[in-house]
Nanobody, 125 residues
Framework: QVQLVESGGGLVQFGGSLRLSCAASGRTFSSYAMGWFRQAPGLEREFVAA????????YYTDSVKGRFTISRDNAKNTVYLQMNSLKPEDTAVYFCASRPNSYSDYRRPQNYNYWGQGTQVTVSS
């Protein structure tokens, strides 16, 4: 199994920044890629960003392009999500997740097999 622990959430004002971290442990060699998702109350979990452990490829949903940056530190088995120019609509619980293969759609949460517990991000207007 792969254990994922997120940290770094909190309350921030409109236009502010936060950096989320996701530390992976356990059978990390079984993880091909990592993703960040978010879920606001009453809404479905949505894709935010993804990266691949052994590649420089990154992927973003349109609403965060130019504001969020996903990065990884392979030596620390940690993935980060730098969030700048935050907006109230970014308010959600943010989850990191591990995807085991390269062929599945990185945007679909169903294709990730391990999840962290989530961290709350609240952006005030």
């Amino acid at each position: 199994q792969v254990q994922l622990v997120e940290s770094g959430g909190g309350l921030v004002q409109f236009g502010g920044s936060l950096r989320l971290s996701c530390a992976a442990s356990g059978r990390t060699f079984s993880s091909y890629a990592m993703g960040w998702f978010r879920q606001a109350p009453g809404l479905e979990r949505e894709f935010v960003a993804a990266c691949i452990w052994r590649s420089d490829s990154t992927y973003y949903t349109d609403s965060v392009k130019g504001r969020f940056t996903i990065s990884r530190d392979n030596a620390k088995n940690t993935v980060y999500l730098q969030m700048n120019s935050l907006k109230p609509e970014d308010t959600a619980v943010y989850f990191c997740a591990s995807r085991p293969n390269s062929y599945s759609d990185y945007r679909r949460p169903q294709n990730y097999n391990y999840w962290g517990q989530g961290t709350q991000v609240t952006v005030s207007s």
